[in-house]
């Protein structure tokens, strides 16, 4: 497959367990966020977004969570599945911009 | 629906040539957006179009270069080819960039300049 980055970093959980992916984003002014699922010889998927007038939204089974006072996104995946190993990206939009910032993406494994 | 289609999805190049690549978007999205994807730079916007019309361009040389048609259609050039342009380019469509942010990506194509 793809080889999406060769030194990202890498989060290894449990099968079942709860993963948290950090994100920090680089512009003050970034009005939406986004999370990408990047599977290999794939292109990125959508998961779930969030705008900067809220702080948490819910997804099926991922939660955003954004704290714009440290420029800080997360994304939380419940009951980790194998098939959720992936490369996951956070991405920033300005307001009213045409340019999505992608970030540098961590790299999800997922033992059975 | 079908989903972004990104034509070849392989590329093998020589430096100094050129490349053309194709990007059919969501039948209805009228905006399409650039990207390439290597391992040390990770995801970059190249340039982002709406209507036949570059409304974004992000940092990269006069030799990248793209243009939309009136079915929204895509494609991108690339010129005079260096062994730094090889990576995978992704394409992504979604409704209007200024109300709908979602976009939806390609499968990309992978391009290699020996």
């Known amino acids: 497959g793809e080889s999406v980055g060769l030194h990202l970093p890498t989060l290894s959980v449990q099968e079942g367990d709860n993963s948290i992916i950090n994100c920090a984003y680089s512009?003050?002014?970034?009005?939406?966020f986004i999370w990408y699922k990047q599977e290999s010889g794939k292109g990125p998927q959508f998961i779930i977004d969030i705008r900067s007038n809220m702080d948490k939204r819910q997804g099926q089974r991922v939660t955003v969570l954004l704290n714009k006072t440290v420029k800080h996104l997360s994304l939380q995946i419940a009951a980790t599945q194998p098939g959720d190993s992936a490369v996951y990206f956070c991405?920033?939009?300005?307001?009213?911009?045409?340019?999505?910032?992608f970030g540098a993406g961590t790299r999800l494994f997922v033992k059975a | 629906k079908a989903g972004v289609t990104q034509t070849p999805r392989y590329l093998i190049k020589t430096r100094g040539q050129q490349v053309t690549l194709s990007c059919s978007p969501i039948s209805g999205h009228r905006s399409v957006s650039w990207y390439q994807q290597t391992p040390g730079q990770g995801l970059q916007f190249l340039f982002e179009y709406f209507s036949e019309t570059q409304r974004n361009k992000g940092n990269f040389p006069g030799r990248f270069s793209g243009r939309q048609f009136s079915n929204s259609r895509s494609e991108m050039n690339v010129s005079t080819l260096e062994l730094g342009d090889s990576a995978l380019y992704l394409c992504?469509?979604?409704?209007?960039?200024?109300?709908?942010?979602?976009?939806?990506f390609g499968p990309g194509t992978r391009l290699t300049v020996t």
């Open positions: 992504a469509s979604s409704l209007d960039r200024g109300i709908r942010y979602e976009q939806y």
């Open positions: 512009n003050s002014a970034s009005d939406y």
């Open positions: 991405a920033e939009t300005p307001l009213g911009g045409f340019k999505t910032i």
